[in-house]
């Protein structure tokens, strides 16, 4: 006799749950979607997946595109996307700055404290991009850069043009730097780098950068959230959020190097940071 309305009582719990997640989903889907655009570095996806599980946890669906720099910020001059976590500034991508800025609102830096050179293991005697040439022989003649489209290649290219360097700048990608990196800090050899922080590198291996006393890569920069016109209008919620958004070197060191890990996803990385780091999210999502 006990156990029909235990039954029911579950029943209808079971139908107040459903309820309560419809509700809830259907809350989600009447906020819209957020559509982010990145550049694969691995600072962009950490920050981007971040950012992508923030607004989900405030109701809404994000779409996330990767695309060269030079594409995603005209995807957010056209409004083909909504926001980008990306933008470094003011060297790295003051180019696309130039050409778009006039269509775009810059809400200023998610990230303060960013840097370009070239970075060697601690353990190089070579403490200047000067000294270079005198040791040019241990370097195997080369500079190992990344890909040859980046704005760090081209301000290498002048690094090299200024100190009238005898070394060759060898492009390739993010990932093969970083193999030869690891390569010969695995033989303790020496290696030139093209480098920027935040990188996960930092994290792993002990490095510096090379002094450049002619100062040809700038000096500090940040990286800014930029957004289309109209979406505080369109989203104010939204917009509130990506305004707020501001971490550090740290923060987000530590989800590129959860991401270096093997079969790591940087989605789910991105929301385990997310949920133990609530107070700082908290910040963001009250912006």
Sequence with gaps: MVTKPRTSGL????????AGLAAGAAQAQDKGTVHLAYVEWSSEVASTNVMRAVLEQAGYEVDMTALSAAAMWQSVA?????????AWLPTTHEEYMNRVGDDVEDLGPNLDGTKLGLVVPEYTEVNSIAELNEHADT??????????GAGLMGLTEDVIDTYDLELDLRSGSGATMTAALANAIANEEDVVVTGWTPHWKFARWDLKYLEDPENVYGGAEQIHTVVRQGLEEDMPEAYAILDAFEWTPEQMGEVMLMNQEEDADPYENAKQWVEENQDVVEEWLNG
Excluded: H, K, M, S
């Design 11 to 18: 029943t209808a719990l079971a139908l107040a749950v459903g």
């Design 78 to 86: 056209t409004g083909d996307a909504d926001a980008i976590v990306a």
């Design 139 to 148: 370097f195997n003649g080369e500079i190992i850069g990344i890909d040859p």
